[in-house]
């Protein structure tokens, strides 16, 4: 009841979680009149867990509590690596002109229709380009960009 720390551990209070009775089994207990002592070791069990009050939502936010700081330390370092790339982005001034030609060949290829004179793209167009064939179909949006890169 108390949810010591000291006591329960992470992968205990899981496991428990895992033999929370089901609504058929909760319905067949509480009909049950009988002694207690007619029951067999599990259902005993069960009528336990019966008799604490909010058990699912108290064990949920305990194994929460439990598992805490360890999730906020693996998100503390993507938010890290996130933040070291974002600055290295940039920096860089080849992928800024990269993206620059990839905007100006998308709106030259829109022409004067509703996705010309973009303002910018989405990031996932970037997959696209080796996808856009030219008119021969020997090469693809991505090969010319290398090559007008390249000069």
Same mark, same amino acid.
């Given at each position: 009841?108390?949810?010591?720390?000291?006591?329960?551990?992470?992968?205990?209070?899981?496991?428990?979680?895992?033999?929370?009775?089901?609504?058929?089994?909760?319905?067949?207990?509480?009909?049950?009149?009988?002694?207690?002592?007619? +029951?067999?070791?599990?259902?005993? =069990?069960?009528?336990?867990?019966?008799?604490?009050?909010?058990?699912?939502?108290?064990?949920?936010? =305990?194994?929460?509590?439990?598992?805490?700081?360890?999730?906020?330390?693996?998100?503390?370092?993507?938010?890290?690596?996130f933040?070291?790339?974002?600055h290295?982005?940039?920096?860089?001034?080849?992928?800024?002109?990269? +993206?620059?030609?990839? $905007?100006?060949?998308?709106?030259?290829?829109?022409?004067?229709?509703?996705?010309?004179?973009?303002?910018? =793209?989405?990031?996932? =167009?970037?997959?696209?380009?080796?996808?856009?064939?030219?008119?021969?179909?020997?090469?693809? $949006?991505?090969?010319?960009?290398?090559?007008?890169?390249?000069?």
């Amino acid at each position: 009841m108390s949810l010591d720390t000291r006591t329960l551990q992470p992968n205990f209070v899981v496991q428990l979680m895992r033999l929370l009775p089901t609504d058929q089994e909760v319905a067949a207990l509480q009909s049950y009149t009988g002694p207690k002592e007619d +029951l067999g070791v599990a259902e005993r =069990f069960l009528f336990e867990l019966l008799c604490i009050p909010r058990l699912k939502p108290r064990l949920q936010c =305990f194994v929460f509590i439990l598992e805490f700081n360890a999730r906020l330390h693996d998100l503390s370092e993507n938010v890290e690596v996130f933040s070291y790339a974002i600055h290295d982005i940039k920096r860089c001034t080849s992928l800024v002109k990269v +993206l620059e030609i990839v $905007l100006a060949l998308g709106n030259y290829m829109n022409g004067q229709g509703p996705k010309g004179g973009a303002y910018g =793209f989405k990031l996932e =167009f970037l997959t696209k380009l080796a996808d856009t064939k030219t008119s021969d179909n020997k090469s693809t $949006l991505l090969h010319y960009l290398v090559n007008f890169e390249s000069c």
